[in-house]
């Protein structure tokens, strides 16, 4: 089958796009507001960017909480989800008034960043702390600003979980880390395999 995607029209039950770009790693965004009130939602529009420095993204359909936040303090929290921790992320989902906290609606218990004044998940296995280097509208084929927020982010501190360490490496078996496939379907990521990059000529 082939469509254009401009005009949608692939006769599916559900649009398959965000299905064909999976999986997708889920980016657990933690925040604060000028207000003092803290934030916690899901992005699975979420990667890392870069490595020298450390760069990553999360993009929001609209100014949600989260890019609110982030715009207006320059920090964030980017929460490892782990399979043990799926159901809170998904509670944390939840679309509520602007204040309101998903910590404490998830039953999950928030700590302090230890370089940003932002909070992140005490039960995660990993965390970034983020300082935002840009915020922006991406454009379509028109040069139109979309409603997309996309906020980068550099990572300026990492914590780590130690019983995810196996020989000097982080053990996704032990890790589990979760992605979203599209439609309400999720992955678990500690199926892992290893290959070794062919040699240069």
């Not at 840009?134 to 300026?156: A, I, Y």
Request: include cysteine; aromatic fraction near 8%.
């Amino acid at each position: 089958m082939f469509y254009t995607a401009d005009e949608n029209r692939h006769g599916l039950r559900h649009d398959p796009f965000k299905a064909i770009v999976a999986p997708r790693p889920i980016g657990w965004i933690g925040t604060r507001g000028l207000d003092g009130s803290r934030n916690l939602s899901p992005y699975s529009f979420f990667n890392a960017i870069g490595d020298s420095p450390k760069l990553v993204m999360f993009s929001s359909g609209g100014r949600k909480h989260s890019a609110r936040n982030a715009e207006e303090t320059g920090v964030f929290t980017t929460n490892f989800v782990s399979r043990h921790l799926v159901e809170k992320m998904n509670a944390s989902s939840v679309a509520v008034p602007y204040g309101v906290d998903e910590f404490e609606i998830a039953g999950l218990a928030a700590r302090q960043g230890e370089l940003v004044d932002a909070p992140y998940v005490a039960e995660a296995l990993a965390v970034l702390e983020c300082r935002v280097t840009e915020v922006r509208n991406p454009l379509d084929l028109s040069g139109k600003p979309t409603d997309d927020v996309l906020v980068f982010g550099q990572v300026v501190g990492i914590h780590i979980d130690e019983t995810i360490i196996r020989d000097g490496r982080l053990d996704m078996a032990v890790a589990r880390p979760v992605a979203r496939m599209g439609y309400m379907d999720y992955t678990e990521g500690s199926d892992v395999f290893e290959m070794i990059r062919p040699p240069r000529p």
